[in-house]
């Protein structure tokens, strides 16, 4: 995960991932107004957890939609928590985030939060046991029925779905003809595209009830599942 980490989200390459990122904001805008409304009926003083918060594009968007909830970013990258932090103190909201720069095993335990957000994350860890322990993390870190969001690549690698979309994957990325292979850009050694099923179950099996697949967008698959306990409520009008 550190090779990682320096290589993807590294000093270098930090400063342009929110200009990359432009390509998908409307892919993005979408899963943030999901992620509200799933979210939307949780106490006014919640506490939230964003697990490889990079350079806070979630926790921008519900600290402003919710004004009086408490976020802890959690971010291995110091390139990327920098960026994050001048962003959360530039929009005038950094009294109500804490900062961990690391991962999330070396986060100081505190009283449980009421959700966790981990927005193409999970992807990085390749080994099946490291991912499940990863959400198993999370799970004790969350209150009885805590939520969590989930989002990562997915797909069935071995399809001619695949193979199609793979082309968008790449047109989106402006990716030239010489990296038409997915081991070319990482997939398959650094980056885990999953089966959506397998991600479903290395959840279940790390602590949480069934997770709903709720969203997708090409290879972005996005989830939410409940830690066991709490009530069933969910959705209400936003």
């Known amino acids: 995960m550190n090779t990682v980490v320096s290589t993807y989200f590294g000093k270098a390459h930090a400063p342009f991932y929110d200009e990359r990122a432009t390509k998908f904001a409307s892919v993005r805008d979408a899963l943030n107004f999901l992620v509200r409304l799933f979210l939307a009926a949780l106490p006014d003083e919640s506490r939230i957890l964003c697990v490889g918060?990079?350079?806070?594009?979630?926790?921008l968007d519900l600290a402003t939609a919710f004004p009086g909830w408490q976020?802890?970013?959690?971010?291995p990258s110091p390139a990327m928590i920098e960026i994050c932090?001048?962003?959360?103190?530039?929009?005038?909201?950094?009294s109500r985030c804490h900062f961990h720069e690391g991962y999330l095993d070396s986060l100081p335990r505190t009283e449980p939060f009421n959700a966790a957000t981990s927005i193409l994350v999970s992807q990085f860890l390749t080994d099946p046991n490291q991912r499940r322990d990863f959400f198993h993390q999370i799970a004790t870190r969350l209150r009885p029925g805590g939520h969590l969001i989930n989002a990562d690549l997915a797909s069935w690698l071995n399809s001619s779905a695949f193979e199609n979309l793979f082309e968008i994957w790449l047109r989106a990325h402006d990716h030239t003809p010489q990296a038409k292979r997915p081991s070319q850009i990482g997939w398959g050694k650094d980056v885990a595209v999953s089966r959506p099923e397998e991600i479903e179950s290395i959840i279940a099996e790390a602590g949480f009830e069934q997770p709903i697949l709720f969203y997708?967008?090409?290879?972005?698959?996005?989830?939410?599942?409940?830690?066991?306990?709490?009530?069933?409520?969910?959705?209400?009008?936003?």
């Open 53 to 59: 918060a990079g350079t806070g594009a979630e926790l």
């Open 85 to 94: 932090y001048r962003k959360v103190d530039e929009a005038g909201i950094a």
């Open 216 to 238: 997708q967008a090409l290879f972005i698959h996005a989830w939410h599942a409940r830690s066991p306990g709490g009530d069933n409520e969910t959705i209400v009008d936003y």
């Open 71 to 75: 976020f802890t970013a959690v971010e």
